[in-house]
């Protein structure tokens, strides 16, 4: 309990205290994120993310969005379609599932909130009985199946006859006419929701690449479409728009929202430039300790050279559904003062 | 994909649609809280636990928080004083490190942000070097051993002597006393900082339980105080104080941040007792797949008689140092309106 | 503490108490988990997959099996190669990245232990170090990145070449011609590691599925070939082959190793089928109390029809690199008795 | 994708690269334990943490065992009990719940795997039928509450009166006489299942310490015979004998097996030794990114002081159920040779 070297630390630690966070009623959620840079743990990751990510919403960055897995059934639609509109997306990775559930959603169909779900998830024989009923579970997500029959018309009716005469497409290319498309939709005075992250997209002419369409309802649909017709789609070709937009960025930004191909994709695509990102923001739940791509620190990605060695970076370990809405809301307010 | 049974569930859905969380700058933390509310996942849960919590505060309900770990170097000690001061705890479970980093607040010392630390920690010689320079780790937060000293002389100066004439005595005894002392610190005028968790305690009667006191340098300097002096801790004491809050209680309710002790011994308290919890929000990061009290839902409290059958509770599954801010900031939005 | 139903549950429970897990020196593998099969929690789970695994190592079950992330650098490779030479898996579904570091060993490359590794990831420092040094790292896994060069030139060499004739090929096309060229230099004896995953697959005729191929430096290098010749993916084309597959096995099974797009790719292929899977194991460190699909149960895959009702199925929530070789090794040892 | 250093690192490298796992029927756990030492990530740490306590198990060094949690509801109790018997630990640091759970299987009662329990819980009509039923959950694993009612009287019977006479008595006095209880109950002809943890500590004079003790239904039943008699628990006694045991030790190693109190009380016996501990083995599944001590690097408690400089640390992430049993097997068999 004896400390010898009493004082050898006070030149480095007396500048930066932690403090002691403070909540009061009625502050702003910027305010709350300052609170946050008086904390440890999380809290002081938290605060820099929205310290980096309001830089990278500046004029000169270019701002690549990782978005993973099921973030639409979650609710994340709407910020999501806000960031592209309001210019704060020049490229977004996101996979086949987003895309379907925000087409779902575009064509009038709804997601809910699981009834009588427990905590850590269901038993066996209420899964089965959902399967009975027709209902797709997505953790406390509910999905009615007959959405999927209203996707597949609208893919079929409204998207895939334009691209057939295409020849092979891109992925992104699908993407653009799935937001053109839903787009269209969307003005029809019978579907409240508005305009989702594919119509917002195309109308901004934001590219959406989404490398592994294949793997879900979109990609069996466009598979069973391809069977039948010419319609086919090229593995490869977004590589080059992808990274056309890495070499012409000044400088470049990732905010990648859960791991998997999307995270890795957008880090990847400085691989093949001479630059990398600048800034870089993760939002995860999944840990380091995997040794997997998902939970991978950000200071992993700067040994490939996917992040300059000067980057600003923050990773936050914790729900992505809870963070990503307080990081965006945050940003969006420091940004307006 | 076909779907024979569509239609089957409608009545049970349609009711309770996921909607499309929306954030826009200056929003308030509980206007961010009721967007979660629109999510699946995690923000469904928050959203929850913000309900629940703000009729928590209602005035019939006795409130009872368990405060695990280390969340006062995380920067957390001013909310958890100040809910407490508000009349917004009846009794606080916490540990003896709590209480040890507390102090070491209201005598002046500091805890600061680790610099040049990593996104996922520090490599062994980096450790090796923070011994030789006398610095106490505890993840990103530094603490500089030599305030370890200066609390050893406040307890042996202020708190020990005073106690030393009551024979055995209670832990809570012992929390009540050092609050005391904290409390009388805090007053003079070289103390910036505001009185802390135990002073706030001890000035609105509040109890702070500390059932593993031995294990934590409180405990060390009581046990070291002991060898010399007729000063004792008495380990059941406090079982009946406690017993007798949950047994007058109209209504109780537990807010459990963190695992460990703290949240074992704030919900086994209703094993004595006819009744159990009403109300019951949990904010942990440990995950119920280990079978460990720490990550358990709330819901297999309920099999033990902890929880009402029809308690209302929340499990949020996220960094606390992120959660128990924003929920607390949301409550207190909500009770304020 | 009382219990006025003492009785009622007597029934219920007495048949299938806890036991107690006995180890002792020089058990096997499968004893080991023989005594998990006493034991709760995770143990029972990894027990129960034990079980399941093996009754799928029989004759009838076509299994299909999911690789997720970076399992080929942290030393998976010999097991899943061996798998398929002992004729246990009809499918492989993996990532580009496990193809590009098994290709890497394949020609001679090595993958190393990072030294003076720290037990949770190394500072910025470190990887700043790493980078200028030309090394990238994997968690604790390090990779010199000369050895990319050297994948390069076998690509441009020996695989691209045969598949640019070809036409828009499918992406098992170009994993097949990979497993053929690396299988033909693994015959040279200059290269002491024994064929691995890719050449294993293409000598027994095991088709690899690897859908996010562009997401992994063997899609970048397939992208930079396909600028300069014919050479083009069809993103689609795998989609009836593994379909023929799930629509033709009597009985199929699912061994899922990781999450992310290899896990999914596995068990959506049953969307399109009138059955669904019989048997599935999962060995993940995801959590589902993010909603993501990577750490979802297999329950949920149930509601969507992708596991039959009454399928056997479990998951073990622990490291991979833990319970992969553990689940091999013993039901290995169950089948052989 | 170029690099201008290659070459400054072969010769930091090339000594230690990954190699292949290879598993096979029959092999023995050592021998699987050697194969992780050939892979990365989780694999790494559990050979290196067979390693490590393969040391530990030599003659010259004093065994810290800390064991939280409830794993005796999960089967582990017999390996600690034997570990115990063949003077693998010199003193064993856990909870109340551990024994608690242990002296019910001591005399006589069951814990039982639960029955149609889903991979990850169960939901709250589930726990409420559970609550009607009189059995409490503990993740998979249930407990008839009647065994709470054999256990009181085993208390009150054969434990408390001895103590009664003693005055103020410290818990390690507690748990040895539990033990001398346990021992005697296990001598009779129609208790089948071995001695447990606390008759065999009892028997090999190993001394149990549970610092939170009341955090527990021992503590309970501890607190209610105190409400009625002289018997009381002094909570600091302890720390002179086990401070003492750290003085003593020529070399010290600690295993820590889950997180909490026990892990924390091991520790931090050293901070008031002017030695620390030369060997550390953890099985966490706690993640190191939120803060809390329970999932903390053992490298973070050199800071401190806990571990020597130089000591030989290994941290495993993943459920101890499965880590526990496979390091203890692996360890016996290594030092068997």
Known sequence: MTND????????????????????????????????????????????????????????????????????????????????RDGHVEALVTTGANLTHDTIEAIGGKHHHGEAVSEDGTPREHDER??????????????????????????????????????????????????????????????????GIAAAAYENDVPIYCPAVQDSVLGIQSWIYSQTSEFTLDALADMSDISDQAYEAEQAGALVVGGGVPKNFVLQTMLVDPDAYDYAVQLTMDPPQTGGLSGATLDEARSWGKLEKAARNASVYADATITFPLLVAAARERIAE
Chains 1, 2, 3, 4 share one sequence.
Request: glycine share 10%; proline share 3%.
């Open 5 to 84: 070297h009493a004082g050898d630390h006070r030149e480095t630690f007396k500048h930066d205290p932690i403090g002691h966070a403070e909540v009061r009623a009625g502050m702003t959620v910027d305010e709350l994120a300052a609170e946050y840079g008086d904390g440890g743990f999380g809290a002081t990751a938290l605060h820099e993310a929205v310290d980096v990510y309001s830089e990278m919403l500046g004029d000169d960055v270019t701002n690549f969005l990782g978005l993973a897995g099921a973030m639409v059934p979650a609710g994340m639609r709407r910020i999501v379609a806000d960031l592209i």
């Open 130 to 195: 959902l399967r009975d009923e027709g209902v797709d579970r997505i953790y406390n997500v509910y999905l009615p199946q007959e959405h999927f029959a209203a996707f597949e018309e609208h893919l079929r009716g409204e998207v895939f006859p334009v691209l057939e005469e295409e020849g092979a497409v891109s992925i992104q290319r699908l993407t653009e006419e799935l937001g053109r498309a839903n787009a269209a939709i969307n003005e029809r005075d019978d579907v409240e929701e508005g305009p």
